[in-house]
């Protein structure tokens, strides 16, 4: 299984970015999908995650109201619209997956950094 991100990049603060998760080479089909960060120096985090239908969601307190995850089943491509950005959010950003055997992926990381 292959999770390509895309969409980091560096942006002012109250910026925005969006960031993409494509899924591959998989035959069985994804459960639950989720972006996680992890800030130099500190624990990898939940950011959001969406269930399989995408009916339900949930974020970190840290970006409610600003960030939305979203995903496109039929394309296996999962998203996240980052708005207002604030420097704090600055951190390498993961796709995860995971598959109906209950199986977990992880991608590469996309760099977001969020300047002052």
């Known amino acids: 299984v292959q999770l390509v991100e895309s969409g980091g990049g560096l942006v002012q603060a109250g910026g925005s970015l969006r960031l993409s998760c494509a899924a591959s080479?998989?035959?069985?089909?994804?459960?639950?999908m989720g972006w996680y960060r992890q800030a130099p120096g500190k624990q990898r985090e939940l950011v959001a995650r969406?269930?399989?239908?995408?009916?339900?969601?949930n974020y970190a307190d840290s970006v409610k109201g600003r960030f939305t995850i979203s995903r496109d089943n039929a394309k296996n491509t999962m998203y996240l619209q980052m708005n207002s950005l604030k420097p704090e959010d600055t951190a390498v950003y993961y796709c995860?997956?995971?598959?109906?055997?209950?199986?977990?992926?992880w991608g590469q990381g996309t760099q977001v950094t969020v300047s002052s």
């Open positions: 080479g998989t035959t069985f089909s994804i459960n639950a």
């Open positions: 969406i269930t399989s239908g995408g009916s339900s969601t």
């Open positions: 995860h997956i995971i598959d109906i055997r209950g199986y977990s992926y």
